[in-house]
């Protein structure tokens, strides 16, 4: 059975930072693209960053230069290194395991998700 477990959410000051992890079983996150989501209450899921099988990341816009996304193949994790966090990144953020390729997503397995709250 395939499982992603996303861990170490919480709440966060403006301007801090916070590393979530995502972490598998069942499968080796190696052979996958992994993805990052989020989403805050009101507002559809987004895609906010990914990290390939040969390790190229990507970001969108509104978390560039803040957010970094690694791999650690010996635990079977991938992190989400999240700094000078803003209110409008609390969220619930989810993990992903598919494929991608130009113009094309797929997103086999998902993780339940852990919720990020950035307030004063």
């Known amino acids: 059975q395939v499982q992603l477990v996303e861990s170490g959410g919480g709440l966060v000051h403006p301007g801090g930072s916070l590393k979530i992890s995502c972490t598998a079983s069942g499968i080796n996150l190696a052979d996958f693209a992994i993805g990052w989501f989020r989403q805050a209450p009101g507002k559809e899921r987004e895609g906010i960053a990914r990290?390939?099988?040969?390790?190229?990341?990507d970001f969108v816009t509104s978390v560039k230069g803040r957010f970094t996304i690694s791999r650690d193949t010996n635990k079977n994790t991938v992190y989400l290194q999240m700094n000078d966090l803003e209110p409008a990144d609390t969220a619930i953020y989810y993990c992903?395991?598919?494929?991608?390729?130009?113009?094309?997503?797929?997103?086999?397995?998902w993780g339940q998700g852990t919720q990020v709250t950035v307030s004063s």
């Open positions: 990290i390939s099988k040969t390790s190229s990341t």
């Open positions: 992903a395991a598919g494929s991608i390729a130009p113009m094309v997503e797929v997103w086999d397995y």
